[in-house]
Each structure stands twice: as structure tokens, then as C-alpha cells.
């Protein structure tokens, strides 16, 4: 069983500039979906991209997975729902595309994030204070 630490979902609607030339959307504009989810999440727990700077850390994607079931096509409004799922060596983020209209699923993926120190580029091999704290676990 996947433990939930936050969670989040955001709303979209495919627009013409997402589609590919088979007019469902481009493969590589579900990561733009993913990161603007991402974004959401991270808004949410109040450490978000410029919070993670100002904390003295940047956070970069590692790793990225995506695996689509079914298309996104122009106008369909769907959710993202994004769960982070693991924070204590690094974030895993747990991404879900479901139809606004149906519920289907049609695309799930996750991301990984490890934190670097800003000042020396060192990779760090826990997550920093800052985050558990933000997540409201205890060390």
C-alpha cells in the first residue's frame, strides 16, 4: 500500500497548441502537464520552486516515467491528480491524468527530485529539515 503524504489536483483543458499532427496532444506536453501539477503540489505544502531556493536548495528531476493509455484530444478538460509518495532521500511524485467527464484513466507516470545544496552543487543524500517540516513530519 502507497502512503500519501500530500496530494493535490489540478484541472486543464487541451488546447490546439498541445496536439500533435494525429491531433491528440504531443507526448512531450504531458511532462509540461506533469511539471504544472507538480507546481500546484508544491504551492500547496508551501515549498514551492522559489521557497526551495530561498531555503538554499534546488530540487532536479532525476528521473521520469510516463506511461499513456489513452490520448488526450483538443478541448477534453481532464485532472491531474499528483501524490507525493516519498520525501525522506527524495521526492516521488505520483502523477494520475484522469477524463474530467468519465473518470478514465488515461496517462499515469512519476517523477523523482533529489535536493542539492545551491551553494556547493552537492547532491544531498537525505532531504533537508526544511521539507519534513513543510510536510509536518517529524525527523
Given at each position: 500500500?502507497?502512503?500519501?503524504?500530500?496530494?493535490?489536483?489540478?484541472?486543464?483543458?487541451?488546447?490546439?497548441?498541445?496536439?500533435?499532427?494525429?491531433?491528440?496532444?504531443?507526448?512531450?506536453?504531458?511532462?509540461?502537464?506533469?511539471?504544472?501539477?507538480?507546481?500546484?503540489?508544491?504551492?500547496?505544502?508551501?515549498?514551492?520552486?522559489?521557497?526551495?531556493?530561498d531555503s538554499g536548495y534546488t530540487w532536479p528531476v532525476i528521473d521520469l516515467h510516463i506511461r499513456y493509455a489513452r490520448p488526450i484530444t483538443f478541448g477534453q478538460e481532464v485532472i491531474i491528480q499528483t501524490d507525493l509518495v516519498e520525501?525522506?532521500?527524495?521526492?516521488?511524485?505520483?502523477?494520475?491524468?484522469?477524463?474530467?467527464?468519465?473518470?478514465?484513466?488515461?496517462?499515469?507516470?512519476?517523477?523523482?527530485?533529489?535536493?542539492?545544496?545551491?551553494?556547493?552543487?552537492?547532491?544531498?543524500?537525505?532531504?533537508?529539515?526544511?521539507?519534513?517540516?513543510?510536510?509536518?513530519?517529524?525527523?
Amino acid at each position: 500500500m502507497t502512503v500519501i503524504y500530500a496530494t493535490s489536483k489540478k484541472e486543464i483543458k487541451a488546447q490546439f497548441y498541445d496536439l500533435d499532427p494525429m491531433n491528440v496532444v504531443w507526448h512531450g506536453n504531458y511532462v509540461r502537464f506533469f511539471e504544472d501539477a507538480r507546481c500546484e503540489l508544491l504551492n500547496e505544502i508551501g515549498y514551492n520552486y522559489e521557497e526551495m531556493l530561498d531555503s538554499g536548495y534546488t530540487w532536479p528531476v532525476i528521473d521520469l516515467h510516463i506511461r499513456y493509455a489513452r490520448p488526450i484530444t483538443f478541448g477534453q478538460e481532464v485532472i491531474i491528480q499528483t501524490d507525493l509518495v516519498e520525501y525522506e532521500f527524495r521526492l516521488k511524485i505520483i502523477y494520475t491524468i484522469y477524463d474530467k467527464k468519465t473518470g478514465d484513466r488515461l496517462c499515469k507516470g512519476h517523477t523523482e527530485q533529489v535536493a542539492v545544496d545551491y551553494e556547493t552543487r552537492e547532491m544531498l543524500l537525505v532531504s533537508p529539515a526544511i521539507l519534513l517540516e513543510k510536510l509536518g513530519v517529524k525527523e
